[in-house]
């Protein structure tokens, strides 16, 4: 199955692969990649902010019940 450009998933790699760049030193290219991420979740309706207990989900997870 292909996800869509929108799809939280979509996102959730995104994220991922600013992880990556982010240990790889790559700093520029993480934040571009994160900029890239919080659109596609914007777009998607999931959440990629902190839960109420200050920690941040592993996964963009979507909004919808």
């Known amino acids: 199955k292909t996800l ?3 799809h939280p998933d979509v996102a ?8 990556v760049r982010v240990r790889q030193g ?11 991420t919080i659109e596609t979740a914007t777009r998607s309706g ?7 207990d200050r920690s941040t989900p ?4 979507s909004s919808a019940p």
Do not use: M, V
């Open 46 to 52: 999931a959440s990629i902010w902190p839960t109420p």
């Open 58 to 61: 592993s996964k963009c997870a």
């Open 12 to 19: 959730d790699g995104e994220s991922e692969i600013g992880d």
């Open 4 to 6: 869509g450009e929108n």
């Open 26 to 36: 790559r700093f520029a290219d993480a934040l571009a990649i994160y900029q890239r």
